[in-house]
């Protein structure tokens, strides 16, 4: 009886040392955060933090407008704080930071504070285009809109770009 033929490791995967889970190679979508390259993870985390926070801001507002669980608006001296003014300065934090620093770490980590900043100003586009409250009217689907698009937009570039192979230098 002829001995049995080595089976060769998959082509999608690297060698690893045991106990490692196998890396995806150039050519697989990444599976973790630590698989996407150094230089495109900020924009994925910006993605993501801009599409959970957006979800988790229409959560919030909706169980402030239905008087959930005791919720409230933010308010200083009897005027009513809008997030998108929090959104407005998460995102010149991130804009003074990135003209100052380069290190990937930090990036990735301005990335998600873009993305979350992001959300707070949009998911109130329609009152900034109003200049008046129109939240929960028919032309505060604007801001669902305007969210949507861009989620749609970004998700489809990040899918659809070419990653720098894992030779690359990170930019």
Do not use: C
Not at 114 to 126: H, N, Q, R, S
């Amino acid at each position: 009886m002829p001995a049995p033929t080595p089976v060769p490791a998959p082509a999608s995967s690297t060698p690893t040392h045991r106990g490692q889970r196998p890396r995806p190679s150039s050519r697989g979508r990444p599976r973790r955060l630590r698989d996407v390259h150094p230089s495109r993870r900020g924009l994925v985390l910006a993605w993501w933090g801009f599409t959970v926070t957006f979800a988790g801001l229409r959560l919030l507002t909706w169980l402030i407008h239905i008087h959930a669980a005791g919720l409230g608006n933010v308010s200083a001296g009897g005027v009513h704080i809008h997030h998108y003014v929090y959104g407005i300065l998460l995102l010149i934090a991130v804009s003074v930071l990135g003209v100052a620093e380069r290190s990937p770490k930090l990036r990735m980590w301005m990335g998600l504070a873009f993305g979350i900043g992001l959300a707070l100003v949009v998911d109130e586009a329609a009152l900034l285009i109003e200049l008046k409250d129109v939240y929960w009217s028919g032309f505060g689907a604007v801001s669902v809109a305007i969210a949507v698009i861009i989620i749609g937009v970004a998700g489809s570039a990040l899918a659809l770009t070419r990653s720098p192979r894992p030779d690359d230098e990170p930019a």
